[in-house]
């Protein structure tokens, strides 16, 4: 899969989850994928403080994106 098909990918899993995210008044951005490997994401809005994000980011998001791209091993957000 070359760089530009795994962003499109990415970017795909995200708008899936967006909705999720956008009901309880969160939404997420692609900040970069490094190594073609490990995604690199801002969790904004809501999302930002709420007690369960990192459960949201791996149980939602991680595995969504996952779905789409294979062969992404972690999801990190950064703040």
């Known amino acids: 899969m070359t760089t530009e098909e795994l962003t499109?990918?990415?970017?795909?899993?995200?708008?899936?989850?967006?909705?999720?995210?956008n009901s309880d008044g969160g939404d997420i951005q692609l900040v970069s994928i490094e190594?073609?490997?490990?995604?690199?994401v801002r969790l904004q809005g809501?999302?930002?403080?709420?007690?369960?994000n990192q459960m949201t980011l791996k149980a939602g998001v991680?595995?969504?994106?996952?779905?789409?791209?294979?062969?992404?091993?972690?999801?990190?957000?950064i703040e």
């Open 62 to 77: 991680e595995t969504t994106i996952k779905k789409y791209a294979p062969q992404i091993e972690t999801v990190v957000n």
């Open 35 to 40: 190594d073609g490997k490990h995604v690199i």
């Open 46 to 52: 809501a999302c930002t403080n709420c007690s369960v």
């Open 8 to 21: 499109i990918n990415v970017l795909k899993a995200l708008d899936d989850v967006r909705p999720f995210l």
